[in-house]
């Protein structure tokens, strides 16, 4: 057992490649946590994706153990988190399981969407908080600029924030006094019955469902019945342990401490983050505060390329969901590409994480369709549905009026992009609510509604600032408005997956665009195929795609018969790749691209 | 074999067996060109025509009791053998194989003066047939397109070629740079008045690695017809030789009656060739079944193998009846006459009966008894009806 004094729990929050992770390897590192050899660079990235995408994706958690200047050995319990929105729900999760945050800047980069948010959540969590001011080993690193910008923009104190490299290791040994001096230790009751925070859980092959704790009051131990009090679920416990980072067992986790339990769990859907866990016998019977969990806010279908992988698919889907609680599922038909699934995400990202495992993990290619998110249609009789698809729009004549879900964007921007910025806002749709300054950059704050910004928001922001914006987004619930279904019809025949909400007044302008881009994605064929946006029955685009009229080879003799073979042979091939409506081949990537609009 | 006990005709019996010969080295390489031809400084004929026999001799243990139907020397420019070089080959196939009574015997030849003076040379080793390279009859588009003829030299090549030889003809290049419908009605009526029976003319078409193409990648040759211009220039061609007599036996070829080119029927209804010289491809029938072969396209590459005593193949494989059929049906769609439906059927080949109606519905395919042909506007747009019609 550890004294409660001597224990410092703390999360590694900063915006995306600020360089959390990197700063989590140089504490393992130099509490010799790790032995030298197994180190590695963000080793705390352990899934594929993370590794190839060189971002984190999972919050982690390790404990190490720091003697202190003051002759005292600590336990460090530190939480990585990851820098993206989308799995900002894992940030603010973790939060609630630690006392203080660690606020990472890139020195050569300042304040950036995220790291406001952040901030934000960490205030929430009544956190302490220890700037650090990283990469100060670049050329273009400007720690006063950054501190005063901190000051500034988030109006906390940086005048002690730490100055450091994480990656050559300057100033580690400052974060880690800091870490002990600066944050709080945790409090709790040792003789009080068990109360233990279910932070988060992930699906092992080998162990089944592992569960990570937070202890609030009491002792766990192995072998203890604990019972959740949120799910009723109880278990006996077989194995508890703490991350160092690998799996360490530990006899008992006291107040204050972090660490995980094994108790034959089968499904994370069994297990509920922000659940309380206290002993089936004498427990806690007021459960924690608990926390929101975490919707899906983007929904695609999934489908199979091949339909005969249809099962595939399914048994692929099932299993990722296992270990992904924020990811939801449900079979759906479309009369274009039959059998598949409707996905919700956390957002783009989440989307193409699951997306990209699912074909590279279980070789299974996939047909995207465009993302939507979810409104809510209200109908006559004064009923509410919630539509996942637009494919599903019920009939008009009973739809009293539609919601659509809203956003608070916030986007930091160099001056000199900045009216790029305000005009991307406003075509999206957008409410100005604030505007401000820090030294030579903007922020901005506009009131958004998410499906002008799930598609391609993200990349035309990029573009338009050349990379230098940052943007951060938090749900504000929803809003009416005048949205309709836009249908699209290749040679008169409806295509549910190109069916799309839109605003009203922009409904001609989309349509248009819509049908332009298809005829430049679709191959003609040998008759001329009208494409058509339409709004219930009235078509409000229209583009013809003109027949093709000359396709011949002129010369073929013997030798040739070989060459025209395998041109056949490619054609072949090719066509796999399309999907047949009524007469018309349309390609899987048109799907996509034909939703991208520029501007 | 059919239910009386005979055994059904071979297939060079039904529709021919002929020997295509390669010679290839030109004068000047023409930038449109992506055939196997070479610019050599020098050319060893004997080691040449040696080559050949060795080659000949090979291949007619292998078909053995064939009756030649043609024989085709092709290029690059054959016409600048020596015309030695051709006799020593038509002596040697005359060694191995009986040839048919009226069997044809062509050379393709450059309309320069350098061939010309040969032509009687080539007529006494047994050429009954000469296929000119004409390619166009305006001097202005002649040298675009890197010939080293003019129209006057062409004109006076063709009539020299005429009183040679029984039969004659010549190939035009068309849809070039700038032509206009009226410019290629007018040069196409002069072609025609010249009074030939048969005519290959040709769409220009940009072959990958070639300079055209090159020049083509980088926006380069302007006033290649659009798409529609193409159309109209093909129609026009149509239109044109049909009212002379001419009509087409095939997308690109124009014959009297009875002047096609027996050579070129031979692939287009699925016969038996063999492929002597490098580059060249031959489809021979063994009792393995039909074998698909391709010779080594390297010039030295080819002869130094044969000399050494290999095949100078570079690919020899076994089709399957499938893609025999398949294989039939992508050249036998090009002729007017079309698609023998019995010999897909004798295949075990089956149609797919949904998209085969679906093509005749849409005015693409015909159907007349035992034939399945291309509509005028299906020709047009063969690539993408075989497409939908083999695709699976
Ligand atoms: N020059 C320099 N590069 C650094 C430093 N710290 C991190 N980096 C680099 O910055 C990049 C991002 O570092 P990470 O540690 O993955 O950043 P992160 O904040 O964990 O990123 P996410 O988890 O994706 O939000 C990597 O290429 C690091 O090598 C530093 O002190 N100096
Ligand atoms: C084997 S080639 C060449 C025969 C001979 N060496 C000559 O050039 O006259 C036969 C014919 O194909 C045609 N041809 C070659 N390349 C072509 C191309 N890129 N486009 C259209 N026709 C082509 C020409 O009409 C040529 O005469
Ligand atoms: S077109 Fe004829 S002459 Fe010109 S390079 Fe090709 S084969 Fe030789
Ligand atoms: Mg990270």
């Known amino acids: 057992m550890t004294e409660l004094s001597r224990i410092r729990n703390f999360s590694i929050v900063a915006h995306i490649d600020h360089g959390k992770s990197t700063l989590a390897d140089r504490l393992i590192q130099l509490t010799n946590t790790v032995a030298a050899r197994d180190m590695q660079e963000q080793m705390l990235d352990s899934m594929d994706i993370e590794r190839e995408r060189g971002i984190t994706i999972k919050a ?8 202190a200047k003051d002759g005292h050995t600590y336990i460090l319990n530190l939480i990585d988190t990851p820098g993206h929105v989308d799995f900002a729900y894992e940030v603010s999760r973790s939060m609630r399981a630690v006392e203080g945050s660690l606020l990472v800047v890139d020195a050569s980069q300042g304040v950036e969407a995220q790291t406001l948010a952040n901030v934000y959540q960490a205030i929430d969590a009544d956190h302490e908080i220890v700037p650090v001011l990283n990469k100060i080993d670049l050329p273009a690193a400007e720690p006063d600029r950054v501190r005063e910008q901190i000051e500034d923009v988030i109006g906390i104190d940086a005048s002690d924030a730490v100055e450091i490299s994480a990656k050559t290791g300057l100033g580690i040994p400052e974060v880690l006094e800091a870490i002990v001096t600066r944050l709080p230790a945790p409090t709790g009751d040792r003789d009080a019955p068990l ?10 092959a080998y162990l089944g469902v592992v569960v990570l704790i937070r202890v609030i009051d009491g002792v766990i131990r192995k072998g203890d019945r604990i019972k959740m009090l949120g799910t009723g679920g109880t278990y006996p416990v077989d194995r508890l342990g703490v991350f160092r980072p690998k799996m360490a067992d530990i006899a008992e986790l006291g107040p204050g401490e972090i660490g995980f339990l094994t108790a034959s769990i089968k499904q ?15 427990g806690a019977d007021t459960p924690l505060p608990g926390f929101k969990p975490s919707q899906p806010v983007v929904f695609c279908g999934l489908f199979p390329v091949d339909s005969n992988d249809f099962e595939d698919l399914r048994d692929a889907i099932e299993k990722l969901a296992l270990n992904d609680a924020s990811f939801s599922h449900e079979m759906e038909t479309s009369a274009a590409l039959g059998f598949g699934f409707r996905c919700g995400f956390l957002g783009l990202l989440h989307l193409e994480v699951i997306r990209d495992r699912l074909e590279r993990e279980y070789g299974i290619e996939l047909i995207t369709t465009a993302p939507s998110v979810v409104y809510h249609v209200f109908l006559r009789d004064g009923t509410m549905q919630e539509l996942h698809n637009p494919a599903d729009m019920p009939d008009l004549t009973i739809v009293d009026h539609i919601e659509e879900p809203r956003i608070k964007a916030t986007i930091l921007v160099p001056d000199e992009y900045l009216g790029d910025v305000l005009k991307l806002c406003q075509d999206r749709r957008g409410i100005q609510l604030d505007l401000t300054y820090a030294g030579s950059r903007a922020m901005v704050v506009y009131d958004l509604p998410l499906n002008e910004v799930v598609f391609d928001f993200y990349d035309r922001l990029k573009s338009v600032t050349k990379g230098y914006a940052s943007f951060d987004y938090q749900m504000e619930g929803y809003r009416e408005d005048s949205l309709v279904k836009m249908q699209v019809l290749v040679n008169e025949e409806p295509v549910d997956a190109l069916s799309m909400m839109v605003h009203r007044d922009r409904a001609e302008q989309r349509g248009r665009a819509m049908c332009e881009k298809l005829k430049e994605l679709i191959p003609r064929h040998m008759f001329k195929i009208p494409i058509q946006a339409a709004i219930g029955g009235r078509v409000i685009a229209r583009e013809t795609l003109s027949a093709m009229r000359k396709d011949v080879t002129a010369k073929c003799y013997g030798g040739d018969a070989t060459r025209k073979k395998k041109l056949l042979e490619k054609q072949k091939a090719g066509k796999k790749k399309m999907r047949q409506f009524g007469k018309v081949e349309i390609p899987q990537q048109a799907f996509i691209s034909a939703l991208k609009m520029d501007g | ?36 031809s070479h ?5 060893d004929h004997g080691a040449w025509a040696d080559a050949y026999e060795t080659d000949l001799d090979r291949w007619a243990a292998l078909t053995p009791g064939r009756l030649v139907h043609s024989v085709f020397f092709g290029g690059g420019t054959p016409s600048l053998m020596e015309p030695a070089t051709v006799a020593r080959i038509l002596e040697r196939i005359a060694q191995h194989w009986h040839f048919a009574n009226d069997a044809e015997i062509t050379l393709e030849a450059n309309p320069t003066s350098a061939e010309r003076d040969r032509f009687s040379g080539f007529r006494a080793a047994g050429v009954n047939r000469i296929s000119l390279g004409v390619q166009a009859l305006n001097d202005g588009d002649l040298q675009r397109l890197g010939r080293l003829h003019n129209v006057a030299e062409a004109l006076a090549a063709v009539d020299m070629a005429r009183a040679e030889f029984d039969r004659v003809s010549f190939d035009l290049i068309y849809a070039r740079q700038d032509q206009t419908e009226a410019q290629w009605r007018a040069e196409l009526s002069t072609a025609l008045s010249v009074g030939m029976d048969h005519l290959s003319l040709y769409q220009l078409t940009i072959e990958p690695n070639t300079p055209f193409h090159a020049r083509h990648q980088r926006g380069g040759l302007h006033g290649l017809p659009t798409e529609d211009r193409a159309v109209r220039l093909y129609e026009l061609t149509q239109d044109l030789c049909a009212n002379a007599g001419l009509p087409a036996y095939e997308v690109s070829n124009h014959a009297r009656p009875g002047s096609e080119s027996r ?73 007017s006459e079309g698609s023998d439906l019995g010999r897909l059927c004798d295949l075990g080949y089956e149609l797919q009966q949904d998209r085969l109606a679906e093509l005749i519905a849409d ?30």
């Not at chain 2, 021919?16 to 060109?33: M, R, T």
């Not at chain 2, 610019?39 to 050319?43: D, G, K, L, S, T």
């Not at chain 2, 080594?296 to 590459?301: G, T, V, W, Y």
């Not at chain 2, 042909?373 to 009806?385: D, M, P, S």
Request: hydrophobic share 40%; charged share 25%; proline share 4%.
């Open chain 1, 195 to 204: 109360k233990a925070m279910l932070v988060d859980s992930y699906y092992d």
């Open chain 1, 60 to 67: 982690n958690t390790v404990r190490i153990e720091y003697p």
């Open chain 1, 268 to 282: 994370v859907r069994d297990t509920r983050v922000g659940d309380t866990i206290t002993h089936e016998r004498k």
């Open chain 2, 363 to 392: 005015g693409l395919l015909e159907r007349q008894d035992s034939q399945l042909r291309t509509t005028a506007r299906g020709r047009l747009l063969l690539n993408a009806v075989l497409s939908e019609l083999l695709s699976d």
């Open chain 2, 39 to 43: 610019v050599a400084a020098q050319i």
């Open chain 2, 1 to 36: 074999m059919p239910a009386d006990g005979r055994t059904a005709p071979a297939v060079w019996q039904t529709a021919g067996f002929g020997i295509y010969v390669h010679w290839p080295f030109c004068a000047a390489k023409c930038p449109y060109c992506d055939f196997n």
């Open chain 2, 263 to 335: 050579h070129n029927l031979i692939y287009w209804r699925g016969g038996e060739w063999l492929g002597v010289g490098p580059g060249a491809h031959g489809r021979i029938e063994q009792t393995v079944g039909r074998i698909a072969t391709a010779a080594l396209r390297s010039p030295d590459a080819w002869l130094r193998a044969i000399a050494a005593g290999h095949s100078g193949l570079e690919e020899k494989s076994t089709s399957n009846r499938r893609e025999q059929a398949e294989e039939y049906l992508m050249m036998s769609l090009r002729l």
